[in-house]
Every structure is written in C-alpha cells, then in structure tokens.
C-alpha cells in the first residue's frame, strides 16, 4: 500500500509543477499584455459586503427591478461609481460602462474579442432557440444571411399597403374623446402587421378588440391572445434570469415552460403550413405579384422545423416588440407636450391627408426628431452585455482620471448601458431626463447614441421598426388633431426584452375636422 502511494508521487508533483508552470507563463503573458498597451488598474471599483459571490450586488440590482427602478438603478450606479467601473456578478468579473469608446470597440473595433454573455444566451435560448440573438460565429453569420433579403428595401416599401390595412381596423377599436390604452393597441398593430409579412397570416387581434373579442377565429388551437400572453410571460421569464446570472440555474419556473410551449405550438402551425408549401413547390416567386412571405422564402432555404420557429421568434422580437415599444414611448410623451404634437401636424400637413410614401417617411425632419428623442429618452433595448473570448482591452476605465486603457481578462463580462448613456450632458445638452425633439437640430453623435446597437451585430429590424413608427405616427397625427393623457401617473419602466409603460399608454384623441 506504502509502496504504490510512494509511485503516485512523482506524476502528482509533475502535474503540480506543470500547473504552476502554467500559471506563471500565463501571469508573465498577461504581465507583458498590460504593460504592452498601457493599461491601468480600474479607476472604480464597487465595494463588496461578500467579496467572493457579490450577493448584495445582485440582492440590490433584484430589489431594483422588483421597484420597477431597474433601469434608475443603473444611472444611480454610474453617478456613484463613474462612467466606468469594475465589479463583480457572482462568481465572474464584471466592468459596467457608458463610454462610447468603450462600447465602441466591445461591438466593432474589437468585435472578435467578445462573444454573447454566457449567462444571457442560456437564459434566451429556452424561448428563442438557436436564432439570430443567441448564437455566434458562423451559426451566427448563416442566421444573418438568412434574414438580411427579408428586410430590403423593396420589402419596406410594399409593406406600407398592409400597414394601412390595419390602421384602418385600429382607428376602428379607439374610441372618440374617451380614454383608451394606446400601448395596447399598437402592440396589437405591431403583432398584426408582423404577422402578416412573417406568415402572409395576420391574427387580425386589432380587429377581435374592436369587436370586444380576443380569443376567437385563429388557425391554432392556441388563440391569438394566448400566444401574446404567453410570449411576454417567456420574455419577463428570461429578463428575470439574465438579472439572476449564475444564480438562474437554480431558478425554474413551471408556468415560464407552459408559456413556452404555448407559444411554440402557435408558431409551429405557420411552420408546418410553410413546410406544406415547399413540398409543393408552390412557394411565391421573390421579384413576383405574389406576396413575399418571410416564413415561405425562409422554408426555401431549410427544412429544418426548429430553426425555422427559432428565426420565426426573433423576427418577432426584432420586428414587433421594437416598433410596439417605440410607439407606445413616444405617445406617452406625445400627449403630454401638446405643442410637440401641433409641430407634427404642422409638417404632415402638406399631405393632406393621403398616405405617405416610403421617400416621404424618411425626409420627415422633426418626426426623426421625435423618434431619435424617443429612442434616447427610452431606448428599446436599454442594456447589453458581452463575454470576453481572450484577454483583451477597453480603452478608457483605468487610472486616477479614468483615461487609460483597461485590462479585461478572458471571462470577463463587459455592461453596458444605453439608457443611462443617453443621459449624459456633455453628449445630449442639459435636461437630458425631459423630452425635447428640439435637442437633434444641428446634434451630431456617433456610439454616442445606440438605439440599435452597433457594429456587425447591429440590428437588422432597424428600418423595418423605423419604418413603420414613422408610417403610423404620420397616419394619427393626421387622424387626430389632438392627444391628451389620461394617467396623472409618471412613466414606470416595464422591462421584458424591450422597455415600455408599466401602466399603458392612456391617452384621449380628438378628430381631426380634415
């Protein structure tokens, strides 16, 4: 027994020894890494009561969202600590940041150094699969490739038709002169147009609610209304695990999984229609009369039924909960800034009231004002995060003034927020928690101003969000020629996968007489 421990020893000691060794060259490599681009411990640091899994970091980063001050939280966090600084998420390293270079070259310049967060995709993925907003790499690039024809422009431009389809049956469920939930409304819009270009199927949920009915006359035995709730439970679902991070595996929610598979019985009945087509080569023809249907040029492509009902809901989430989000935010301002409103009648009104064309949405100067005004104020995706792949830099954050590079050691998470970058004066001009359109007359900015992201991975349903906002907006502002708010409420963040009011959108209109 003595003699075959005393063999055991030597191999024990070389594997010691070899990871020693290991460790050292790493440490002389990383020594001459920071050295070799002059980076400098990190000017913040967040003190910790539990400096091994930072449980009063995460407690109080919960406790904020439970307050529906999330979002609040995080600028206080920035106020206090700067505009860079390291902390610490459980058991992995953290560096929270609003500077845009920072941020700058964590989605461009440096795009090959970062992946997803780990704990973000693993909290996606249960819903949303393997798509376009939780891969990387070539999974990544071939989801990418998949989507880009989808959202041409000639797609934009022919949507235009099937939006006005459906303001037609919204202006039909607003009531005249009473109060009535805008948010609601336009995420109903939202779901029916996109919808209609995802399946060449609208579920049509405008017009259930101007009937008073929302469960009725669908091609699933999944109901419209069913298929929405159960969306937005998932959603809540995941943004509540991203906030848990490593703490998330201990987290399960039975009713998050029925959601789940609610919705993915409502998508895949459109998924076996589109499959159905293929086999019978009946699929419309891109550049034809035929309507371009997303779900049929995607089947053409696989004939996989899980990759087709991944893409399928991160369309959505690119597409519906973007544009819905948009809307809602920028109403809720809208009727609370009445001469706001008045200057975006004044520069519709050379329409006289027909539809505009897709060349006059974007020359619309102030309503860009008013939607980029939206979109800082309120950005759609707020915060992000990516993972470091190697060792690599962020080029402010370090030193006693902040302005020399940063080591980010392979693992580390980088943060950054959005919102709480949009509110920096030296940016955006003072006041910048107020809605002022006005602010963008002459306002230049780069990674200053993200409401899109940037980089390779900038967000495809860009225009196609842009797009339709504008095209909605213009339609109202000509329908009525007033909005009055109805809630004495100040706005409250509800924070699924995109931002929008916790109590609605409530609001009056008054007709316009042309």
Known sequence: MVTNLMLLIPPFLALVSYFIYAYIQAHLARCAFVKKHGCKAPRSRVPLKDPFLAIDFVWKTLQNAKQDRYLDGTVDRFKQYGTTFAAKHMHYPTIHTIEPSNIKHVLATGFE???????????????????????????????????????????????????????????????????????????????????????????????????????????SEITDAEFVSSYTYSCLNIVHDIRLGALSKFH???????????????????????????????????????QYVFLNELAKETDDREELRDQILNVLLAGRDTTASLLSNMFWELARHPEIYAKLREEVRFLGGREPTYEELKNMKYLKFCINESLRLRPVVPANTREAVRDTILPLGGGQDGQSPMFVKKGTHVYY???????????????????????????????????????????????????????????????FSRIEARDPRPWTELYTMVVYSKHGTLVSLTPALT
């Open 113 to 219: 150094d970062f992946k997803l967060s780990s704990f973000r995709v693993n909290a996606m993925i249960p819903l949303f699969g393997k798509g376009i907003f939780t891969v990387d790499g070539s999974r990544w690039s071939h989801s990418r490739a998949l989507l880009r024809p989808s959202f041409a422009r000639h797609n934009m431009e022919n949507h235009l038709p099937f939006m006005e389809s459906h303001f037609e049956y919204m202006m039909k469920a607003i009531p005249i002169r009473s109060t009535v939930d805008l948010q609601q409304l336009f995420f109903a819009f939202t779901l029916d147009t996109a919808t209609e270009f995802l399946f060449g199927h609208s579920v049509h949920s405008l017009e259930k609610i101007q009937r008073g009915n929302t469960s009725t006359l669908t091609l």
């Open 252 to 290: 399960y929610s039975p009713s998050a999984k029925r959601a789940q598979k609610r919705a993915f019985a409502y998508i895949d009945r459109f998924v076996d229609q589109a499959l159905a087509l293929r086999a019978s080569a009946k699929s419309s023809k891109p550049g034809g009369d035929s």
């Open 417 to 479: 927020s959005v919102y709480a970058m949009h509110r920096r004066e030296e940016f955006f001009g003072t006041e910048t928690e107020e809605y002022k359109p006005e602010r963008w007359e002459g306002l230049k900015l780069g990674w200053e101003f993200l409401p899109f992201n940037g980089g390779p991975r900038i967000c495809l349903g860009q225009q196609f969000a842009l797009t339709e906002a504008s095209y909605l907006t213009i339609r109202m502002v000509q329908k």
